[in-house]
Every structure is written in C-alpha cells, then in structure tokens.
C-alpha cells in the first residue's frame, strides 16, 4: 500500500505571497492532520480534516486554512506569507477520527524569502 | 494541560551500546495514548509505537523496548546494542480521547551513534 504522499516537496516563496500544499493519504484512510515543524517550536498541531470537516485547529493565525475532498486528499493554505512561515510541513493520515495512529508524510519544506 | 517532556536534547553513543530515551507527559484524562516516532534525516517522521493508557506492559520488538509507567507517567524508550542507522530525532508524542488524532509532541530527542 503506497504511503502518505505530499506535493510539492520543497518550495520557495516570498513574503506576502500565498501557498497551496497537498496531501493524499494512505488508501482507506479518512482522516487527514497537518503539522508544522520548525526548529524554534518544534512539531505544532494546525489542524484535522475527517469526511471533508475540520474537526480540530491548532493554535495558528485565520491566515492557514485547509480542506478535504471526497477522496479524502487535502490541501492546506497560508495567505500573506510571512518569513516565520518558513517550515516543515508534515501531513499525516490515520483510518479513524479516534486517537489512531497517524502515519505522515516526507512533508514539504517552504522557504518565505 | 496537556504536555510531553524530553529532557534530554542529544545523546551520543558508540554502536552497540544501549541507550535509553527519556520521556514523561502531563494529562488529565484517564484514556489517552502516547506514541514514539523516529523522525530520519530526510524529515519524514516513521511511527514506532503506540499504547493505550490502559496498557502498562512493556513491550519488546527487537532491539527496540519500551517501559511505560503510569505512576511516573513516563513511556521510556530503549535500544539495545545501537547501531548508526539508529542516528534520527526521536519524538515522544501524546493524543487524548477528547481531541480527535491532534498530537502533542515532546521536543526530541537527538541520538548520534557513532560507529
């Protein structure tokens, strides 16, 4: 079974532009998350999508946002990049909306310049 | 509050030593599960292990072992005899029932083995 995949895998945008990423997850899974690492803060919780509804948002500003689809694949989006945007963007499926296990991503990596 | 603490930023060791992952989390609630992912060079974080709060036996899969403790609310993470491709950043991580999936992860822990 192919795994969690994300495009793009890396990115370079500059301040006050915007970005789309998108995540497919593990056939089956229904539950989609999105996490940001960064070295100063470490893994941070954005949010959940299950059955195309958000189900839980992290602590970030209105300027990310997300979606899922009918397949489950997501996107998520952040508006007027900012360079502390810069980070490793982790996308992670699991079968259930539960407490399961999340299985992520490569993740990709944006550069706000 | 939910809370997962690393205390230990970066061990080092030479293959074939055994080393020990520290990790002790905060909750509340009484059903939760915590996790170890080993997160490689390449970024993508790799899932280890995941128990339930209800299950205090350790569990060996390897050279891997882990040690959970409820009454010391630690979930310590062992390897034995390391070897270098065990070189990752390895995250101790904590959901709980009331949350969805939503992770809260510790800050890492850096193994370096060297050969």
């Known amino acids: 079974k192919a795994g969690v995949t994300q495009t793009p895998r890396y990115l370079i945008k500059t301040r006050g532009q915007q970005v789309t990423l998108s995540c497919s997850p593990i056939?089956?899974?229904?539950?989609v998350s999105w996490y940001q690492q960064t070295p100063g803060q470490g893994l941070q919780f954005l949010f959940e999508y299950f059955s195309e509804t958000q189900r839980n948002k992290g602590n970030f500003p209105g300027r990310f946002s997300g979606r899922q689809f009918s397949n489950s694949r997501s996107e998520m989006n952040v508006s007027t990049l900012e360079l502390g945007d810069s980070a490793l963007y982790l996308c992670?499926?699991?079968?259930?909306?539960?407490?399961?296990?999340?299985?992520f991503g490569p993740g990709t990596r944006l550069l706000v310049l | 509050a939910q809370k997962v603490t690393q205390a230990q930023t970066e061990i080092s060791v030479v293959e074939k030593e055994d080393v020990t992952l520290d990790c002790v989390y905060e909750?509340?609630?009484?059903?939760?599960?915590l996790f170890w992912y080993k997160q490689p060079p390449s970024g993508e974080l790799v899932f280890l292990i995941r128990?339930?709060?209800?299950?205090?036996q350790n569990e060996i899969s390897g050279r891997y072992s882990w040690n959970f403790q409820k009454s010391t609310s630690s979930f310590n993470f062992t390897i034995t005899a390391s070897q270098v491709v065990d070189s990752a950043v390895y995250f101790c991580?904590?959901?709980?029932?009331?949350?969805?999936?939503?992770?809260?992860f510790g800050a890492g822990t850096i193994l370096r083995v060297k050969s």
């Open positions: 909750t509340r609630d009484t059903t939760y599960y």
């Open positions: 991580a904590l959901s709980w029932r009331e949350y969805g999936n939503k992770l809260v």
């Open positions: 056939s089956g899974h229904r539950s």
């Open positions: 992670a499926s699991s079968l259930r909306q539960n407490q399961e296990t999340q299985y």
């Open positions: 128990r339930n709060s209800f299950d205090e």
